[in-house]
């Protein structure tokens, strides 16, 4: 189902139908903002070039890629053109651009954009209610606005990769998950500041910060920190308050459950499913806290239990009881749950070539409203014409000559 | 949805927040930083369990958690198993845009908070559905905390990798500091909420279905593109080929060479040693297939060298390198303070107490208000002055245990 940008199903409305983002964000943070937007219907126009191109378009070494992707999710969705920004007249073409668009989203370092012509500033004077969206390692201000960064260091200065890990162990690097959790928080961010334009026809520069995004799963340890200058450090699978709760080896290899137990019922429930009945009138187990105090020889015992049998069996026996219990899920795990594929979290795509991948769906259901992933990976500048043909009216001859000139490039 | 009276973009809109997971509090909290009126709903008594969830304040026993989470809040009680409870919630939801609720599928429809009975009534209003695994689909009635959801998005599997992995290979893998799976859906939860506000003029209200763990799914999303590409990823494999977090003198810093220059500049960055020198050692193609040589050295080097001193010289070569910091120098750091990243608090019993706002520079309110230390502190504000309702019923509703 390609879904041609200039054919709206009024229809079927999705929430940012009608809505034109121009998008100069590479590698995952900002891409995964701008994709959640794509998601919900939003006209997402990509802009690289030849001499910048997103690091899914190459190889990725560190990460034991070794050649570019043959398909992001991240990109999916969106439209892709060529402006190179080093270009007087790519710099020009660019104001166009984001003159026809809502909202414009970067990732360059705190400055760039500015010696580009097209800060905030700037931009206000071509369209005065654009919402700009500025994707940064440490936001635009302070004295470490120029710092570089990728996801495993800002989840360093951030702290939560501080309060990670084992508790006798070092920190741990987070990964994809805390680049794509600052563009979801930049996603709400940037839904907002469009809202707040709809309702006041004001625009506004929206400044995230991935740093400050990591800082804010660690507010609830800021805040002990703050009141009582104490802090809990790594704690390991430990939640204080929750005991047993941890991770269980279950039957194969490499194979997991999560259980995790805060109330008493939950705590008959547990014993019920284990068929230890005796631990429910035994006063070492009677309160959480004393049930935290002997945790460890609670996980022995459960892992005892767990061994030995699959995570399938024993999720569908504890959920029974009333237990939070969960498989560790992997990739191939989610793909094939059939609760994932009913409620439509995973989507096959299929590319203009034919080839065919498993992608993630769109991660809400509206009722009326729903999103929606349509398209592959776009080739680079796939929509040059589109753009800037149909979209700015370009003559063809002036588009070739652009191309030549390597504006277009 | 009203017109916005002041500057934050979700001035004038209501929202009535009956959830007890940290998910549903988290993105509660969210909407209330950027503008909305948001009336948290409790069970009367003793309150939401997340109040005796430890680590603890100082003072009287306030959840560090729940009052993040819970922060610029209006609290109410009200038992929605009784008649006139859930007549009130009617009225309350008249008042309202958007309802959020995170109560098991299997008894909404005993409290009479199925989403097509509440549509019934209120065609215009925003249902959102803050669930685990969502409203619908097999798993829709399972029951689970954070550490089931993080296993369930798929990176709970993932965790931990580099020098904890190659410490502990033989442990269970290790969660996320906190809550980060619930923060996440929350923060979709919030993305919902807004997209729906945003159609809700023309298309009126629908129910919007988030899951924690399909918003963790799309986190993770480069696990099911890797998949794709043939390789199924677990936590040795996934591993950074190089790099990753450093022991040193006197703490950890993390480091990444992603380009060439960066690389080059931690050549030098470590005096240009003789194993640096080796033909191979140039391709960055080869460095990725034979990263645990690289680390042997990196690390080795690594365990001489001082953590803000290697930062610096680090950062000056263009070397991506960052300190692994704690709450402590967070809150100390310079950035923090150039950003107004704090907003001081009174916490009853606890004192004033600098918190974290938003996790961006928006539109946000400038003042922040602890959640009231008892359930039902605003029932008076909420169910008097907002629905008109006298202070006589009000007390015959507490006497009979309504609110």
Redesign the interface.
Known sequence: MMNKPTINKPTIRKPLQGVRITDFTVHAAGPFCTHMLALLGAECIKVESTKRMDVFRKPHPVYGRMEAASFAQVAANKLSIQINMKHARGAELARRVIAISDIMCESFRPGVMERLGIGYEALKAIKHDIVMVSISACGQTGPERNYRGYAPLFGATGGLGTLTGFADGPPVEMRHAMDHGTGLAAAAATLAAYLRKKRTGKGQHVDISAREVATSFIGDALLQYAATGQSSGRQGNDIPGMAPHNVYPCLGTDMWISIAVAQDSEWAGLARAMGREQWISDPQYATSASRWEHRRVLDEEIAQWTRTRTREALTALLQKHGVAAFPSYHAKDIVEDPHMLSRGAIKELRSPKGETRLAVGVPWRFSRTPGSIDTWTPELGEHNRYVFGELLGMKESEILELIEDQAIY | ?P??LN????DGVVVIEHCRSVAGSYAGR?LAL?GARVIKIEAPGTGD?LR????F??GEQRS??F???NVNKASITLDLSTKPGRALLDELLKKADVFMDDTRPLDRRALGID?EQVADQQPSLLYASVLP???????CN???????????????????????LD??PE??????????AQ??GG??A???I??????QD???G??????V?????????????????GV???RH??S??????L?CVDG???L???EQKQWEGLVKLMGDPEWTQEEWLKD??N???R?AEINKHIRAWAKSQRVEDLVLRG?AQ?V?????????E??A???TK??D??VEVD?PG??K????T??????TPETLTAYPAQPGASNAAVFCEMLGHSKAELDRWRADKVV
């Open positions: 949805m017109a916005a500057d934050t973009p979700l969210m950027m369990p005796r969830m430890p680590p304040l100082d560090a958690l009052d993040y989470i989403p695994f969502g409203a619908v689909g097999n798993h399972y029951f689970a905390y954070e550490l089931n959801t993080l296993h369930s998005g798929g990176e709970g599997y993932l965790m931990p990798n580099g020098l904890a410490l502990f442990r269970p893998p290790v969660k996320i500091y906190g809550q980060f923060f996440v923060t979709s919030v993305c919902a807004i997209s729906g506000l945003l159609v023309q298309v009126g629908q129910l919007l279905d988030i899951s763990q399909d918003a963790n799914v799309a986190l993770s999303c480069f696990n099911i593109q890797r998949l794709g590409e199924l990823e677990n494999g996934r950074f080929q190089y790099g990753g977090v022991e950890y810093v993390g990444l060479t992603l960055p193609l460095r990725g297939r990263g950062q263009g991506p390198l960052a300190k692994y910091v704690g709450p402590d967070i809150m750091a310079e950035q150039a950003r990243m704090f916490i606890v004192g107490v600098p918190m974290l938003a996790p961006f520079q928006l539109m």
